[in-house]
């Protein structure tokens, strides 16, 4: 009740005009979007930036400029759905450029290699994202790219709600439990017959609109899906229909039909 309560009264605040200039300068989405969309966004970026603490690394200063414009890209993902704001997530940790991290692999046979791999972003079910400033910059001066490592990270989130790291976020909120089931038999069905036609044209060397990427896991793959959805929204459902109507239900959006106005 009293986190209902404090909400309350950050969306009762005025939204500070410096946030805005910077949407304005920095996240050219905002401006595709309705006037209704826009102020709900709005709402959600306080309540999001009350809530996450930003630390900069490898000598980061964090600014405004920093936090709004990664939460303007996690709260697009919440518009028109019940949320409860990524609820364990604590910590956005930004670091200038592309950062290392030590990773472990089995090579079989007891054997296991220890090295370092350069990452723009890393999700972790622990309540951290790390986020490569410059690589999130070059995402948003791009939008129609269909990458974007903020949208693929906090798509991560989404996925962990469930308690698994396995593509399926949670379904069917508010439905019976009759309904859930057919809507994650539905998801499953979709989702694993497109990840594997996925990997399949990746070994064979066909392009698709998917990055290869999408290709490595499921969760890889709801992630991947989930930036190609907001960024190249005409052609995931030129190509792959089906992906297409499950995200639409899933972000209660149609970003095909937004993407075909002119940019103001």
């Not at 910077?22 to 401006?31: D, K, Q, S």
Request: charged share 30%; aromatic share 10%; glycine share 6%.
């Amino acid at each position: 009740m009293l986190k209902s309560l404090r909400r309350k009264r950050l969306l009762s605040t005025p939204f500070p005009e410096a946030w805005q200039r910077i949407i304005g300068v920095c996240c050219p989405f905002f401006r595709r979007l309705s006037d209704e969309d826009q102020r709900e966004l709005d709402g959600h970026i306080r309540i999001f930036l009350a809530e996450k603490h930003f630390e900069g690394c490898a000598g980061l200063v964090i600014e405004a400029e920093h936090k709004v414009c990664v939460a303007a890209l996690a709260c697009l993902l919440l518009l028109h759905r019940k949320t409860d704001y990524y609820p364990e997530l604590r910590t956005i940790l930004v670091y200038p450029t592309m950062f290392v991290v030590p990773t472990t692999r089995h090579l079989g046979g007891g054997i296991m290699q220890e090295r370092h791999e350069s990452r723009l972003g890393e999700s972790w079910q622990a309540g951290a994202i790390v986020l490569a400033w410059d690589a999130v910059c070059a995402d948003l001066a791009a939008p129609d790219s269909g990458r974007n490592v903020v949208l693929h990270e906090f798509a991560h989130q989404l996925d962990y709600e469930d308690g698994e790291a396995d593509g399926a976020p949670l379904l069917g909120r508010g439905e019976s439990f009759a309904g859930r089931r057919r809507r994650y038999a539905e998801w499953a069905r979709v989702m694993r017959a497109e990840f594997d036609e996925l990997r399949a044209r990746t070994q064979r060397g066909e392009p698709d609109v998917l990055r290869e990427y999408g290709a490595t896991s499921p969760a890889e793959f709801f992630a991947v899906a989930t930036e190609c959805f907001f960024g190249k929204p005409r052609e995931l459902r030129h190509e792959h229909p089906a992906i297409y109507e499950q995200m639409s239900w899933y972000y209660k959006q149609d970003p095909a039909v937004i993407a075909t106005e002119p940019r103001p």
